[in-house]
């Protein structure tokens, strides 16, 4: 269980990137106030922690409904996480998460970014989504699923944190610490979405 703990925390961690989405929230609440950004960040993860889990709990349910197979889903879900790492591995992704976070900075009238673009596609975009249904379909048994649901809830919780410390996080890594990390855990992503397609294929061909 705790192997199966870690696994997952790490998954989400590489996937969600709550240091990654920490400078884009700074950015987008440059000019709120702290109440105002303090309540921006917990909305933010509250409205993507029920996305999350509504799909970790029904997702499985909403393809069998649209006649898709679990072995179908992981291998189109393994193949979209190795996209994203590869955008990870190359800074692809931080250029398309600050050139969102750029239109939505331009839109005067927009002042609430709380659920779009950080709960919805920053913290529960595809790849979480994807991650979140992928792990729950591959581990059967309550005590698994709530040790999944319990990693979720930890990157959550964490990422909560981050977006409250967003501004110091900033200064204390830099921009390059940042691009090195993030590169890390872009290739440990390739590798666990290469897993998941080989787990798809081994079970459509078993």
Do not use: W
Not at 131 to 150: D, P, T, Y
């Amino acid at each position: 269980m705790i192997e199966l703990y870690i696994s997952s925390l790490i998954t989400f961690f590489v996937v969600i990137d709550p240091p990654g989405c920490a400078p884009i929230f700074a950015g987008l609440t440059s000019g709120a106030s702290v109440a105002h950004r303090r309540a921006m960040a917990l909305r933010a993860v509250l409205v993507s922690a029920a996305i999350l889990f509504v799909f970790a709990l029904f997702g499985e349910a909403l393809l069998k409904g649209l006649g898709i197979s679990l072995a179908s889903f992981r291998i189109a879900g393994g193949i979209m996480l190795f996209l994203i790492a590869l955008e990870m591995v190359f800074e692809k992704r931080t250029e398309r998460r600050e050139d969102r976070a750029a239109k939505v900075a331009a839109t005067p009238e927009v002042e609430d970014v709380s659920i779009f673009p950080m709960a919805m596609p920053m913290i529960a975009g595809p790849g979480s989504i994807a991650s979140v249904m992928l792990l729950m379909s591959r581990n059967e048994g309550l005590e698994r699923s709530v040790v999944i649901l319990g990693a979720l809830a930890t990157i959550l919780l964490l990422t909560l944190a981050a977006l409250l410390a967003a501004g110091p996080i900033m200064r204390v890594l830099g921009a390059k610490i940042e691009a090195v990390i993030t590169r890390l855990l872009g290739v440990l992503l390739a590798a666990l979405a290469v897993q998941f397609v080989i787990d798809g294929v081994r079970i459509s061909l078993a």
